[in-house]
């Protein structure tokens, strides 16, 4: 089957510029995850979705990221305006809808922020 | 305040010796606790699931334990291989909503 589908791979941009990831989970998994993995670090969630609503999303800093998941399927996170700190691995999971489901993860999007 | 520690440092071990990674958690009370392995470059691959009423789980040469009452699970790899060597990562559900928080994991590697 067919795994969680990122990109773009990497992605260079310079401070106070905009940057959108795309992620399409594996077919049938109702919940996605977008994580912040910072270079030697484990991953941080940022917004997990049920179907298309948002579950959780305390720990995305809202003012200048953002995220949606139209018809429940595909899924886009935003950074504008970009800041040096934001530099990271970004992952995007998916996992059958439940308890004690396994994450099925991308192979993110590294993104640079100069 | 809410932690999940592993061990920040990496663990070299010989090969076919037992490798034994520590997960610690604090001011939770998860229903289940899971294993990922990560490659350079990769994201998290599943390993293992252990629910809360589980004192062991065993895959191939993978052994987890989960202790409630210590708020810690342990990670065995037994006869160690070089190809084992990767970042291991445990992970938690808060409130059992399968929001999955990670800890910063520990970094196995294996010498031949």
Redo the contacts between chains.
Sequence with gaps: EAG?AQSPRYKIIEKRQSVAFWCNPISGHA?L?W?QQIL??????LI?FQNNGV??DSQLPKDRFSAERLKGVDSTLKIQPAKLEDSAVY?C?S?L????????????TRLTVV | SQKIEQNSEALNIQEGKTATLTCNYTNYSPAYLQWYRQDPGRGPVFLLLIRENEKEKRKERLKVTFDTTLKQSLFHITASQPADSATYLCALDPNAGNMLTFGGGTRLMVKP
């Design positions: 969680v919940t995850y994580y030697g670090q484990g991953p941080k969630l997990q579950v959780d992952l999971a996992s809808q439940g308890m004690n489901t396994e994450a099925f993860f991308g192979q993110g």
